[in-house]
């Protein structure tokens, strides 16, 4: 990897206005008018934390689901360990491991090795390293105990682990998760960002790229924040940079601040 | 493609007894119209059946490939919406594997369980109702096999296509559903048809599948026989699969600019 794990520049993505009756059929044709992201720039450097944070619709998702190929950026550029995302997806998808913290994401009546293998092989990993790396992998999220059983009847928590170890699977450069702990209760959220720090970006160093609403998360994972706000990026740096930027002692007042809304000292 | 197969064999091997009973429906199909042929007596009908055939030979092959043409169409599209509706689309989409090869990947199962289940079809018809497996050209029949289903692979990449797009079941589905199973001599000789409508039946694919597995089955017709229906085929399959792939490839590109990828 070089310099930059995640590279972005001037990136803008519109989507088409939302249409109802006979007009809906045309949707698919409708010209993007809609800004989701606009003229947003940042790098994550290799073994960096970064956390994006902003309100629902600042374009947290929108920039995540761009530099997984899963969108097209409008105009800018992104580009994943030097390959861009919209010329070369193959390659990119190689660099990245990706979760998401929705409530189904894998094969709930597969188990959970079977979800594992059925994922290593669509990564074109041989049977050897399959096995090697789930050993490995369920080893050091404590899942070996688990893995034989169907999904299905997993708690919301161990699913999410799996889920991790999916994206871990093909020793990817780059970890991307959108709202990782969004369906997990409390105790299994900090349980699973436990996992995360210790395991995942203290022992293997990971590069992580992670949108999250629940600011303690961010706190606690993120070495660097690009805060968004309707699809511009606002301000990208050290937590106390972003405070210091702010003039505010905590993040959730820096936000507010950063996003032109006054913010509450009155709790 | 293997690894999306093991899929879905292990997901259909979760429903146990599904997995079984459907097999064994095939045995009450068979034997449902097999007693409901023999009521069926028409002097114009013998006369348009290949000779020595009877009527519950003719029409028990014609059920059993006719489906080859609802899988194509179907299984490109349950393929999609199942990842999407398990929430897995996303993350098989992130894989190194490219989407055409996982729809791909995602039709082999339900053609192999097509295959396995009119083999029981026919082997339920020979073995209880006098369905005459003797003599048949078994490599015709395959090749007639193969030819169609990469001429109906096509069709569901088109459904397929317009199922990114538009969301939802395609009408082109229950149009050629629709269409072919009035012309293309599922149940009757395409020759019982007024002109106009035999005129149609030579512009669907499954016409051509039908006659040309019935000509190895039940006509034991030699591989030169087979290869005006073997003709057609390939044909409609070298139109049908490249503009398939075109339009494939357009409609994923315009999801992804409209942010509809992963929607339904």
Known sequence: ????????ENLEKYFSPVTSG????????????????????LDVKPGEVLALVGANGAGKSTLLRILTTLLLPTRGRAEVCGFDVAREPARVRR??????????????RLSGRENLELFAGLNNMSRTDTLLRIAELTGLLGLKALLDRQVRTLSTGNIHRLGLAR???HKPSVLILDEPTRSLDPLAAAEFRRFLLQRIIAELGATVLFASHTLAEVEQLAGRIAVLDKGRLLICGTLSGVKAAAGEETLESSLEVLAGRPADHTS | MAALFRRDLAVARSYRAAFFLELFET???????????????????ERALPQGTTYFSFALVGLAFFDYLSVALRAFDEGLRDARQNGTLEHLLVTQTSLPVILAGSILYPFVLLSLRTAIYLGWGAALFGFPLGGANWLGAFLVLAASILAFSGL????????????????????????????????????????WLQRVARLVPVTYALEGMRSALLGHAGLRDLWPSLAALLIFAAILLPFSFVTFSWALRRTKITGTLTHF
């Open chain 1, 22 to 41: 006979w007009r809906a059929l045309l949707q698919p044709m409708a010209k993007p008018t809609v800004p989701a992201l606009r003229g947003v720039s």
């Open chain 1, 95 to 108: 660099q990245l491991g990706y979760h998401t913290g929705a409530d189904a994401c894998l094969y709930a």
């Open chain 1, 1 to 8: 990897m070089g310099k930059v794990a995640v590279s972005v």
């Open chain 2, 27 to 45: 045995l009450f199909a068979a034997a449902g119209f097999y007693f409901l042929s023999r009521f069926i007596e028409s002097p114009q009908l």
């Open chain 2, 156 to 195: 569901g990449v088109l459904s397929a296509s317009y199922l990114l797009v538009f969301k939802r079941g395609s009408p082109m589905n229950w149009a050629l559903v629709g269409i072919s199973s009035v012309v293309s001599g599922m149940m009757y000789p395409v020759s019982v048809l007024p002109v």
């Open chain 1, 167 to 169: 994206a871990l699977l």
